[in-house]
């Protein structure tokens, strides 16, 4: 498997998950909330909004591809980020080689086109990195091919078996 779990605890999947919950409270402008230590991720997203003021068309978007057997949620689907229609994934964790590859099975649910993460930081800080390499839809296809039994043709796209 390409996701390295080393860093992956419940812990921080909690911690996402928190924080995740509060950007749409933001995004909504309701009260908030936030859980001590939890600030500085906060402050991280409302910087981001006031910055690249993207224009969201859904939040938490559930997806589901029969197809595919395949499903996840997507953070945010932008249909203006920097010009054009994205999915953008938020992370309170570092990059990880594994997220190009978890961006494009977000396009290859909801095709948008773009694909962002927007690492924020207990610091307050952000970074915003553009998923653009094709690679990563190359190996997305190919991993859920191995997994699902099925045989690969022309090294992109993958056939039933």
């Given amino acids: 498997t390409r996701i390295d779990t080393t860093w992956f605890t419940p812990e921080a999947a909690l911690r996402g998950q928190i924080v995740h919950d509060l950007t749409e409270v933001f995004d909504r402008g309701e009260p908030l909330v936030v859980p001590d230590g939890l600030d500085g991720y906060l402050e991280a997203y409302a910087e981001f909004v006031a910055v690249v003021r993207p224009v969201y068309q859904a939040s938490e978007l559930k997806v589901w591809n029969a197809a595919l057997g395949l499903g996840g949620r997507i953070d945010r689907i932008c249909s203006n980020l920097f010009g054009a229609p994205g999915v953008l994934d938020f992370k ?37 990195r553009s998923y653009d390499d094709p690679v990563d839809h190359q190996r997305f296809m190919y991993d859920l091919a191995r997994t699902r039994g099925t045989v690969l043709a022309d090294g992109d796209y993958w056939v039933a078996a």
Avoid: D, I
Wanted: proline content about 8%; some cysteine; glycine content about 10%.
């Fill in 92 to 128: 309170t964790g570092e990059p990880m080689p594994w997220h190009g590859q978890q961006l494009a099975a977000y396009n290859v649910l909801c095709p948008t086109g773009a694909r962002w993460a927007c690492y924020l930081s207990k610091n307050g800080r952000y970074r915003l």
